[in-house]
């Protein structure tokens, strides 16, 4: 069974610094890409970043471009996001994404990933 694993959620204060990681479990992406989506209260699910099989290919969301950094380790079936100077907006359930595909031009698109973990909470305070 496949299971993508979230961990690193808290309660920070605004300017604070975060590491997301996202470990996957029952077979390895080492050849896919991987993202990072994030849900806030009453909102629908948005992309954050994406990154490919072998980091070659990375993209975030205007939102936390600068502030976030996503990477992979592969040895490790893992993906992380670093989030920097986190602001109150960027409180939300965030989800790590598997696609099946090596590689998606429509990464910021949902339906392009075929497995999620369950999420982990992450809320800044101002």
């Known amino acids: 069974q496949v299971q993508l694993a979230e961990s690193g959620g808290g309660l920070v204060q605004a300017g604070d610094s975060l590491r997301l990681s996202c470990q996957a479990f029952?077979?390895?992406?080492?050849?896919?890409?991987m993202g990072w989506f994030r849900q806030a209260p009453g909102k629908e699910r948005e992309f954050v970043s994406v990154i490919s099989w072998n980091g070659g290919s990375i993209y975030y969301a205007d939102s936390v471009k600068g502030r976030f950094t996503i990477s992979r380790d592969n040895a490790k079936n893992t993906v992380y996001l670093q989030m920097n100077s986190v602001k109150p907006e960027d409180t939300a359930v965030y989800y790590c994404?598997?696609?099946?595909?090596?590689?998606?031009?429509?990464?910021?698109?949902?339906?392009?990933?075929?497995?999620w973990g369950q999420g982990t909470q992450v809320t800044v305070s101002s």
């Open positions: 994404a598997a696609q099946e595909r090596t590689w998606s031009s429509r990464y910021y698109y949902t339906r392009e990933y075929d497995y």
């Open positions: 029952g077979r390895t992406f080492s050849s896919n890409a």
